[in-house]
């Protein structure tokens, strides 16, 4: 292993250590089943408590293992530059975790200056943890992951993500694209677990028309280690604003692209 890749291999290990620890303070914090606890940021955009002291815990122990590397959170932004950043979402799926739901995740991911090269998705309440370092492998749980082989739209699931951002006329013409092409819609609340359902063939695909940085950075080493066929979210602009994605196993990519009017390059 080069001395870069060391570099990025001891990192991911410190990562997964923290995430960990992240995953059961969210754990701690989470609302009973029930009506949403938090406050709405807008319409359909939950904030809840746990987002912060989440960001706040996962920020304080990179800063001290890691002082010379960039940071960027959901919620607080970047607070610092570097050619290694670590991007966090420490709550992504907060409508599910605002309501005491299981499907959830803490995201952490890493890039090198504008590459992602490694990640960690842990969703405690599912039990599950991703972790990829790009040219060495992604497994869930430890184990080898690998993308779907469906290849017929008639056999294909298909997640698209929902926001506020996206206007309702837009989400029906391409909810719809996908039904006439004859996969099964899903639509679950997690950016970044639906895009690692894709990197591990749960999904055959997903699309989401705005989306954040902080959503996918910790799936694309995932889905580049398994060889999905992702548009180029980040050269759109996903480095520094909200961009489309499509993620999907390659067989089923241009198909869906086609019908989705989502280009892979
Ligand atoms: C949201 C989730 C959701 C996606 C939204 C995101 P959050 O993130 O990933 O699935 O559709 O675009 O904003 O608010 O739960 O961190």
Not at 1 to 13: D, P, V
Not at 92 to 118: E, F, H, I, K, Q
Not at 174 to 202: E, F, N, Q, T, Y
Request: glycine letters at 12%.
């Amino acid at each position: 292993m080069s001395s870069h890749s060391s570099a990025i291999a001891y990192r991911l290990e410190a990562a997964r250590s923290v995430v960990r620890d992240a995953g059961q303070l969210a754990m701690a914090m989470r609302p009973a089943p029930g009506g949403p606890a938090g406050t709405q940021k807008s319409a359909q955009d939950w904030l809840t408590e746990t987002d912060g002291a989440v960001e706040a815990f996962i920020a304080d122990r990179m800063k001290t293992l890691f002082p010379e590397d960039g940071f960027q959170g959901e919620e607080g932004g970047v607070a610092r530059d570097g050619q290694l950043r670590w991007v966090v979402d420490p709550i992504d799926g907060t409508s599910n975790y605002a309501r005491g739901r299981n499907r959830w995740c803490v995201s952490l991911g890493l890039l090198d200056g504008d590459r992602p090269v490694a990640g960690v998705i842990e969703a405690p309440a599912l039990g599950e943890v991703y972790t990829a370092h790009v040219g060495h492998g992604a497994f869930l749980n430890g184990k080898r992951i690998q993308v779907s082989p469906v290849k017929e739209p008639a056999s294909a699931m298909i997640e698209m993500g929902w926001s506020n951002r996206v206007p309702r006329e837009v989400f029906m013409e391409k909810m719809d694209a996908i039904m006439r092409l004859g996969a099964m819609p899903r639509s679950g609340g997690s950016g970044a677990l639906a895009l690692a359902d894709v990197a591990c063939g749960r999904l055959d695909g997903y699309i989401e028309i705005v989306i954040n940085l902080w959503d996918v950075a910790a799936a694309l080493p995932l889905l580049a280690e398994v060889g999905a066929s992702v548009s180029p979210f980040l050269a759109n602009g996903g480095l520094t604003g909200p961009a489309t994605i499509l993620a999907a196993n390659p067989h089923i990519a241009e198909a869906l692209s086609a019908a989705v009017s989502i280009p892979l390059k």
